[in-house]
């Protein structure tokens, strides 16, 4: 793991790593600087000093090539045993990236007491599940989370590694690549090897979404991304696959931590997740008003399905955030999405565009929702959704 030292002989108490440092994470004791805990590694206390008191060992070793990295990681999240539907979804991809470069595909599992958990990302793709299993990785913790997973990129080295970009994702994943100093690419819509040179080619909305930008990480290993729920597609469970759960010890030191788990809350705020709902039922500007989710409610109601909403509408207030649906929203992948009075601006199309079928309402027939969509019903929302209520009710009774 990388670690940084000042070396107290050699440091003539000048305060320029003081002052160079972001973080407010070196003090001065006795005319000496003094590393403090919340230190990021970053380095950028190193330069300054002009006589070299500042030591940053890097976590790659010296004779590391890239040649040394192989094999597609999906560090799997799990709450109380149950997996997150990410982990299914990227070990899909990942099963794609792994045959695209003739690798293994492995899965990441930490906690206690998991159960069938390492058995279903087999099922689901993993060709290797590395298990830690320890009481103090029970709940989500960063620091032993990502000691962990950094301990093991160290020793098995694999090429590319792949998180969900939920809460805990983000939390954990960019501590690991700091401590493996290595990049890394958040909420990736689109992942695949560049034929060329083997290179994993990283796509996601950027410029507020006017653009979609691919990166990729020519020179540092592991490749890393995370990937927003509900992007990229799962794997039918296959039971009668095969595949190995390695139980891995790490040294306890790695495990310690400075925070304590103390409770966890369910956030009770949404009736329907919309992340997880088979139909959503969406609503723009166009609806005109708060009081037309109403017949959205009903439209739902009738599909058992849930309510969404485009960024304009919450703006407007018509609607709470918990149902916008976007690049600042939720990214949702029902089977059945219909926009109603959405114009289709690519931050919105960010978040549905991976729907299986898409319905758009709009009046306006050149309206951008009606290049992405399965069937388009030009007309007014406020005359064709009571219509379709009224059709579906009867039809599906
Ligand atoms: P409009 O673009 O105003 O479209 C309204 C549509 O309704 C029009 O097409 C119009 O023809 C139609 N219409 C009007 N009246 C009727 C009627 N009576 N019947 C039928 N059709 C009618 N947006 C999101 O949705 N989600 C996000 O997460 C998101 N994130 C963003 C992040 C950034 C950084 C930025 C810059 C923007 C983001 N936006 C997001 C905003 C996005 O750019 C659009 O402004 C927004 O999606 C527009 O919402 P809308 O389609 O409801 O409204």
């Known amino acids: 793991m990388s670690s940084i030292e000042v070396v107290a002989e050699r440091c003539v108490g000048c305060e320029l790593c003081v002052k160079a440092c972001l973080y407010d994470a070196i003090e001065m004791v006795d005319g000496v600087a003094v590393i403090k805990d919340n230190c990021t590694l970053c380095g950028a206390c190193v330069e300054p000093c002009k006589f070299d008191a500042i030591l940053l060992r890097e976590s790659h070793r010296e004779e590391d090539s890239l040649e040394d990295y192989a094999g597609v990681w999906v560090v799997a999240e799990q709450r109380e045993g149950e ?107 689109g992942l695949e090897i560049d034929d060329a040179e083997g290179l994993l080619l990283q796509t996601r909305p950027a410029f507020g979404g006017n653009i979609m930008a691919t990166i990729i990480c020519p020179r540092h290993r592991p490749q890393m991304a995370t990937v927003r729920h509900k992007v990229m597609k799962a794997l039918e469970p296959d039971p009668a696959r095969k595949g190995e759960i390695v139980s891995e010890r790490l040294d306890p030191s790695l495990l310690e931590t400075r925070t304590e788990f103390v409770e966890f809350v369910r956030d009770l705020t949404q009736a329907v997740n919309i992340a997880e709902a088979d139909v959503i039922v969406s609503g723009g500007r166009g609806l005109g008003g708060p009081e037309n989710f109403e017949m959205l409610q009903k439209l739902a109601g009738v599909l058992g399905g849930a309510v969404g909403a485009s960024r304009a509408a919450v703006d407007a207030g018509w609607i709470p955030y918990s149902h916008q649906v976007g690049q600042t929203g939720k990214t949702v992948q029902p089977k059945l999405y219909v926009a109603c009075g959405i114009s289709g601006a690519v931050q919105h199309l960010a978040g549905m565009q991976s729907s299986k079928t898409i319905i758009a309402i709009n009046r306006d027939p050149d309206a951008p929702i009606f290049k992405v969509a399965t069937y388009g019903i030009v007309g007014d929302v406020k005359e064709v959704v009571p219509l379709l209520t009224r059709k579906l009710s009867a039809a599906l009774s």
């Open 83 to 189: 997996i997150h539907g990410v982990s299914y979804e990227l070990l899909g991809k990942g099963r794609e990236l792994a045959d695209a470069r003739g690798s293994e595909l492995s899965a990441v599992l930490l906690g206690h007491d998991l159960g069938d958990a390492p058995r279903a990302l087999i099922e689901h793709g993993a060709d290797t599940v590395y298990l830690v299993d320890d009481p103090s990785l029970k709940d989500y913790l960063d620091e032993p989370y990502a000691n962990a997973v950094t301990a093991l990129i160290e020793s098995h080295r694999p090429e590319i590694v792949l998180t969900g970009a939920t809460s805990v994702g983000r939390s954990l994943i960019p501590r690991v690549a700091i401590q493996v100093r290595t990049g890394l690419t958040a909420d990736c819509t």
